[in-house]
């Protein structure tokens, strides 16, 4: 069978004039009214919408933890084959002459401050502590809880989650959108990944409902990240002094502090989106990676060092050792222990890996859009690689100082006790007083963590954008990229009003069920598209468009 040229032109029908002149009507306007009725649902009937949100969660976790543990390791596999491929590894995301469009400064701290960079905040201190208290190693009686033998099991499964495993599922996406908005032409949006398998029929019905779950599982996905990030930014207001209104007495965030802090970070956020990503996103993405190198030495220098040390290299193998099996062990069965052991990989690995995968629209596409001219044995090595490594010295050195804190009984259980936000600014005022020093510290956190929310909401809500605009670039219409400020703001307030940070876990994890399918496509497809690209290079058929390079950053 006679080899066939790559499909370079993927038309999307797009409004000519009017409010949604340049944006898809069919994908813009479902996707608003998807997550318009979510928020008015939440809102009007919130005991309801709680009870059903919770039904779908239940059903889901009971039944798809194998499904998403299968999928997250098949990313994983598809990572490594693709940067070992000879010919497959060194094809750039872009035309040969094609250069990168930004400084690797700058590109990784996009890519960190976009992927994962705000839950350092919470989880780099919250997570370690929470499995040195208990994991499946002490549940099955390996390990004592809050033993110096479980120190090793809590690095081990926290790096669980956000290792490799977590950057792999954005490396799919944002390989296989680079792959073909900049080597074949077709619009940057998600619908364009899966060319190879489903052809011209995108451009239609298909294709729209392949955008609109990649938008819905966007905002779900950026709205967790959002959920941590206000909880813990309101108790950092509270521990800086801002009012005593911003949290109820048993120390969670009140209605009003929520809806102050989201007022900031939206706020913030849609004004930076407005300035776009080579302006607003990347002077915030460089600020937040300065900071957070400052508050990482305070650690290394400070903190524990040669526990955070020792951590990060026993963890490292200790992890890497155990992978294989840890990225594909389901746990079930009718035993107690067997029952604990699903209850624990529910509420957090089958969770993580939902929360991945809603994010990884947003992620993916965002890092396709800062990667172009990059080979793609590079963009695995640096999205994968270097950011996983980039977590474990925060767990290590942030975390490692928290629970080195309680062995030695310095902390006397204050980090224990402390909310998952709450336990670095616990850590710090152990470490540095309750006085100036511990509030000057509080304070730069706050900043940083401000920062980290707004580059995730204000990359989000362009990228929304872009995949509304049938992957157009270029600027979007102001009242566009308001609305969906208010709107992601909208769905975090409204979430956290009704049930707290677990009505958004158990929002997005639903989300995230749909578009995981999507994402095993684009993986598909992509192999498919280099295997035939590879051909048809040998045969001396052009596999690139025609398309403009961009020119390097000054």
């Known amino acids: 069978?006679?080899?066939?040229?790559?499909?370079?032109?993927?038309?999307?029908?797009?409004?000519?004039?009017?409010?949604?002149?340049?944006?898809?009507?069919?994908?813009?306007?479902?996707?608003?009214?998807?997550?318009?009725?979510?928020?008015?649902?939440?809102?009007?009937?919130?005991?309801?919408?709680g009870?059903?949100?919770?039904?779908?969660?239940?059903?889901?976790?009971?039944?798809?933890?194998?499904?998403?543990?299968?999928?997250?390791?098949?990313?994983?596999?598809?990572?490594?084959?693709?940067?070992?491929?000879?010919?497959?590894?060194?094809?750039?995301?872009?035309?040969p002459e094609d250069t990168p469009e930004f400084t690797r400064f700058s590109w990784f701290s996009m890519m960190f401050g976009a992927g994962i960079g705000v839950g350092m905040l919470t989880w780099a201190v919250a997570e370690p502590v929470y499995h040195f208290n208990t994991n499946p190693d002490v549940i099955q009686g390996f390990a004592t809880g809050q033993g110096e033998d479980n120190i090793i099991n809590?690095?081990?499964?926290?790096?669980?989650?956000?290792?490799?495993?977590?950057?792999?599922?954005?490396?799919?996406?944002?390989?296989?959108?680079?792959?073909?908005a900049y080597r074949r032409g077709l619009p940057l949006t998600i619908r364009s990944a899966l060319a190879p398998l489903f052809g011209k029929s995108l451009s239609g019905p298909l294709g729209h409902v392949i955008d609109i779950v990649a938008v819905v599982a966007t905002i779900l996905g950026v709205a967790q990240t959002l959920g941590f990030g206000v909880n813990q930014f309101v108790d950092g207001l509270s521990r800086i002094g801002i009012g005593e209104w911003l949290t109820k007495a048993d120390g969670t965030p009140s209605p009003a502090g929520i809806l102050f802090a989201i007022l900031i970070i939206m706020g913030a956020s849609t004004l930076s989106a407005l300035s776009g990503v080579g302006k607003g996103i990347k002077w915030l993405s460089n600020l937040n990676m300065g900071l957070s190198i400052f508050l990482l030495l305070f650690f290394l220098i400070f903190g524990s060092t040669w526990f955070g040390l020792w951590a990060l290299f026993a963890g490292t193998w200790e992890y890497i050792v155990n992978l294989p099996s840890m990225m594909v062990t389901v746990y079930r069965g009718e035993s107690e222990i067997n029952q604990a052991l699903a209850g624990w990989q529910g509420a957090w690995t089958v969770f993580y890996w939902a929360w991945w995968v809603a994010f990884a629209p947003f992620v993916g596409l965002?890092?396709?859009?800062?990667?172009?001219?990059?080979?793609?044995?590079?963009?695995?090595?640096?999205?994968?690689?270097?950011?996983?490594?980039?977590?474990?010295?925060?767990?290590?050195?942030?975390?490692?100082?928290?629970?080195?804190?309680?062995?030695?009984?310095?902390?006397?259980?204050?980090?224990?006790d402390a909310t998952d936000g709450g336990k670095i600014f616990a850590m710090t005022d152990i470490m540095l007083g309750e006085g100036a020093l511990g509030w000057s510290m509080a304070v730069l956190i706050v900043v940083l963590l401000m920062t980290y929310l707004v580059t995730s909401a204000d990359s989000a809500v362009l990228i929304v954008n872009t995949i509304n605009a049938a992957g157009d670039e270029g600027p979007k219409a102001r009242p566009h990229i308001i609305f969906w400020g208010i709107a992601l703001g909208a769905v975090v307030a409204a979430l956290l009003l009704i049930g707290g940070i677990s009505a958004i876990q158990t929002a997005m994890v639903i989300g995230a069920l749909p578009f995981s399918l999507v994402m095993v496509l684009m993986a598909v497809s992509l192999i498919k598209a280099i295997y035939k690209d590879g051909k048809r290079n040998a045969a001396g058929i052009d596999t690139t468009a025609n398309v403009t390079a961009v020119k390097p950053a000054e």
């Open 154 to 180: 809590a690095y081990k499964w926290s790096f669980l989650h956000w290792g490799f495993t977590a950057w792999s599922s954005y490396a799919i996406c944002g390989l296989s959108l680079g792959y073909f």
């Open 366 to 416: 965002f890092l396709a859009r800062i990667s172009r001219g990059r080979t793609i044995r590079e963009f695995v090595l640096g999205a994968v690689i270097v950011p996983a490594f980039m977590c474990f010295v925060w767990f290590t050195w942030a975390g490692g100082t928290a629970i080195d804190l309680e062995l030695t009984g310095q902390a006397g259980g204050a980090i224990f």
């Open 51 to 95: 009870a059903v949100l919770n039904g779908f969660n239940s059903f889901i976790l009971s039944n798809f933890a194998t499904w998403y543990v299968i999928v997250m390791a098949f990313f994983v596999l598809v990572c490594v084959g693709l940067a070992i491929w000879p010919t497959g590894g060194a094809l750039k995301m872009g035309r």
């Open 1 to 49: 069978m006679a080899l066939k040229p790559p499909l370079m032109d993927l038309p999307i029908k797009t409004a000519d004039s009017g409010f949604y002149r340049g944006f898809s009507v069919d994908v813009t306007v479902t996707a608003k009214v998807i997550i318009g009725l979510l928020v008015i649902w939440a809102v009007a009937f919130p005991d309801q919408a």
